[in-house]
């Protein structure tokens, strides 16, 4: 079926670097979603992005994170600067529609931030 | 807003007993309702959805959930569990007017065997 592809897996940095998280969304796809979950926790949504813009965000879509999908490449979601507390997996997601369509997830990336 | 809760974080049977997993929801439109499965290191994916009609849906894996609107509940069945079953189940909810999915706190679901 569909796969929405996360690279890399797991990533380290120490807290204040930038990091990318990147997103290959399943092709014929138009929306596109970050998801944050802390070990053990809830899938916390974080940003919705359609049209090359941000649809809906939440509290925890901090002003360091930032969201773009240049050229239609890679669906990116960038911190800078990181924050410990930053550690999670990150889930993208993308659906063809927004009406009623699933959700396609991806395998996650781990950020440990140092 | 709507919002999700699950309030079983742990639930464990054994190999070919029934199963309901509990979900209610708090939206006051009319919601788009799922069920995700997250196996380890894993993505979620999708068990069942429901939009209309029949409050009876049928998902995948012999999965099926009721939509009681009265009660604000969408819980999660299966008649009879196996040891691959064991995962970690998240209700979601989706108002008609937006775009953002919002999910509950997950039930990690042990089988076993």
């Known amino acids: 079926g569909p796969k929405v592809l996360q690279i890399p897996s797991h990533q380290i940095i120490d807290m204040g670097q930038m990091v990318t998280l990147n997103c290959d969304p399943v092709?014929?796809?138009?929306?596109f979603y970050w998801y944050k979950q802390i070990l053990g926790q809830q899938m916390e949504f974080l940003v919705n992005f359609y049209n090359g813009k941000v649809m809906e965000k939440s509290k925890l879509f901090k002003d360091q994170f930032s969201v773009e999908r240049p050229d239609g490449s890679y669906f990116t979601l960038k911190i800078q600067p990181t924050a410990l507390e930053d550690s999670a997996v990150y889930f993208c997601?993308?659906?063809?529609?927004?009406?009623?369509?699933?959700?396609?997830f991806g395998h996650g990336t781990k950020l440990s931030v140092l | 807003a709507q919002s999700v809760t699950q309030p079983d974080a742990r639930v464990t049977v054994s190999e070919g007993a029934s199963l309901q997993l509990r979900c209610k929801y708090s939206?006051?439109?009319?919601?788009?309702l799922f069920w995700y499965v997250q196996y380890p290191r894993q993505g979620l994916q999708l068990l069942l959805k429901?939009?209309?009609?029949?409050?009876v849906v049928q998902g995948v894996n012999g999965f099926e959930a009721e939509f009681i609107k009265s009660n604000s509940s969408f819980h999660l069945r299966k008649a009879s569990v196996h040891w691959s079953d064991s995962a970690v189940y998240f209700c979601?909810?989706?108002?008609?007017?937006?775009?953002?999915?919002?999910f509950g706190t997950g039930t990690r679901l042990q089988v076993l065997p």
């Open positions: 092709s014929n796809h138009l929306y």
């Open positions: 979601a909810v989706r108002s008609s007017n937006t775009n953002k999915v919002v």
């Open positions: 429901y939009y209309s009609g029949d409050p």
């Open positions: 939206y006051s439109g009319t919601p788009y």
């Open positions: 997601a993308s659906s063809l529609t927004v009406s009623n369509e699933r959700l396609f």
